[in-house]
């Protein structure tokens, strides 16, 4: 089992930045990949963006790139989300989420962050 915990939410006006972060707790040991997604209800679910651990390789969504940056740092079990030019339109409840080596999915999200950025 792996838990995750996000912390790093807020206000910010838009334009702003933030960064998210996302401690891993349990079986580490497992992890393949994080990744961040963001939903409230009654807007649809987003994936936004994933990072392997070991490799470190990549992805992100159209609505993201050039404006947030996904990080780790394996000492610490810790994935960051670096977001830079936040518009309205970025506010939501951000989850973080991990990828066991033994499953194609991702199994493990945690309880949100939210992040709200007015105008």
């Known amino acids: 089992q792996v838990q995750l915990v996000e912390s790093g939410g807020g206000l910010v006006q838009a334009g702003g930045s933030l960064r998210l972060s996302c401690a891993a707790s349990?079986?580490?040991?497992?992890?393949?990949?994080m990744a961040w997604r963001r939903q409230v209800p009654g807007k649809e679910r987003e994936f936004l963006v994933s990072?392997?651990?070991?490799?470190?390789?990549?992805y992100y969504a159209n609505s993201v790139k050039g404006r947030f940056t996904i990080s780790r740092d394996n000492a610490k079990n810790t994935v960051y989300l670096q977001m830079n030019s936040l518009k309205p339109e970025d506010t939501d409840v951000y989850y973080c989420?991990?990828?066991?080596?033994?499953?194609?999915?991702?199994?493990?999200w945690g309880q949100g962050t939210q992040v709200t950025v007015s105008s």
């Open positions: 349990g079986r580490t040991d497992s992890i393949y990949a």
């Open positions: 990072i392997t651990w070991s490799g470190g390789s990549t």
């Open positions: 989420g991990a990828q066991s080596v033994i499953e194609s999915k991702y199994n493990y």
